[in-house]
């Protein structure tokens, strides 16, 4: 089970498909191995970047079975839909029996309120019972801001949250506070971060635990918290270093999951680079770009010895 502990790289996954639009179980499979290959010590399922919302709930729960099937111990956290309590639960409670560690709530949209924002959750705990949850803090996509007293006071309130997946942006100031308020005795929550890792060093820096996030390289999000971990601030922030134009390329919004589901099949991880309608593939000039991104990549890793 999830709790407040929990630590390391938890990779948001894709969701494989076939070019008929049909799921790629088999690529599931494949997905599943060369994320744990790459240093994950965790999964993220059906969130913003896996198209969740494009999944029936049949298919939600064939993804998400098929990857605990593959993913054997490691912990797997799966999104479930801010819209309703009672989605929320049956999806919930499905994942839940078949080996889930937990489970992603974002807030419902047009909360504007702290008191609405506190309540929303209060009543997620409620309906979610013993299951532990992650607080997806995401205003850009949710158009909902979470201060930090707010969040402490849903992590004092409701037990069962036990994790921040922290994408607020600007927001590095937001897990100082966090901290120092732990550090006067509130209560602990593991902080995941996320914005495609944008930001990863500072905001282990500020006292994150990792990150949970989507990045066609997994393995640098590995390496930078393995080398923090350490005390190599300068190494974590090589590695970092390394990979930022394929970093910052991959986040164009509307864009960045064409990129991710490219760079993932041309890595073999996934049979077929294509969206589910409405999306498509990556356009050839694009492919273009990103090819130069990945040589000039090889080159800075290879001066690095990776």
């Known amino acids: ?22 799921l790629d179980l088999d690529s599931v499979d494949r997905l599943t191995a060369f994320y744990l290959e790459r240093g994950a010590t965790g999964l993220t399922l059906l969130g913003v970047m896996g198209e969740a919302g494009k999944l029936t709930a049949a298919e939600s729960l064939a993804v998400v079975k098929r990857t605990l099937a593959a993913a054997g111990k490691l912990p797997v956290v799966v999104g ?6 009672a989605p929320m639960a049956e999806l919930a409670q499905a994942v839940m029996a078949a080996g889930a560690a937990g489970v ?4 419902a949209p047009g909360l504007k309120t702290d008191d609405d924002i506190f309540a929303h959750f209060a009543n997620v705990a409620r309906a979610l019972g013993p ?7 995401f205003p850009l996509v949710t158009g909902v801001q979470i201060a930090p007293k707010l969040i402490l006071r849903i992590a004092a309130e409701c037990p069962t949250c036990v994790m921040l997946k922290h994408e607020d942006w600007p927001g590095l100031d937001k897990i100082t506070a966090l901290r120092e308020a732990e550090a006067k005795g509130a209560r602990r929550l593991s902080i995941l ?4 890792g944008q930001f990863l060093p500072e905001e282990l820096a500020r006292g994150a635990d990792g990150a949970m996030t989507g990045f066609a390289f997994p393995e640098m999000m590995a390496g930078v918290v393995a080398a923090h971990r350490a005390g190599d601030a300068e190494r974590a922030s090589d590695i970092f270093d390394a990979y930022l134009p394929l970093v910052r390329y991959e986040a164009q919004p509307g864009r960045g999951l064409a990129v991710r589901k490219y760079v993932l099949a041309r890595r073999g991880a996934i049979a077929h680079p294509n969206l589910r309608a409405p ?18 990549q090889e080159a800075r890793l290879a001066a690095l010895g990776l």
């Open 279 to 296: 999306g498509g593939t990556l356009p050839a000039a694009a492919q273009a770009e990103v090819e130069r991104l990945i040589r000039r």
């Open 80 to 85: 479930v839909p801010a819209h309703g309590l």
């Open 1 to 22: 089970m999830l709790d407040a502990t929990a630590s390391g790289v938890f990779t948001i996954a894709a969701t494989p498909f076939l070019p008929d639009g049909g």
């Open 193 to 196: 971060c996320g914005n495609g």
């Open 104 to 107: 992603m709530v974002q807030p």
């Open 131 to 137: 299951i532990p949850f992650v607080l997806q803090d």
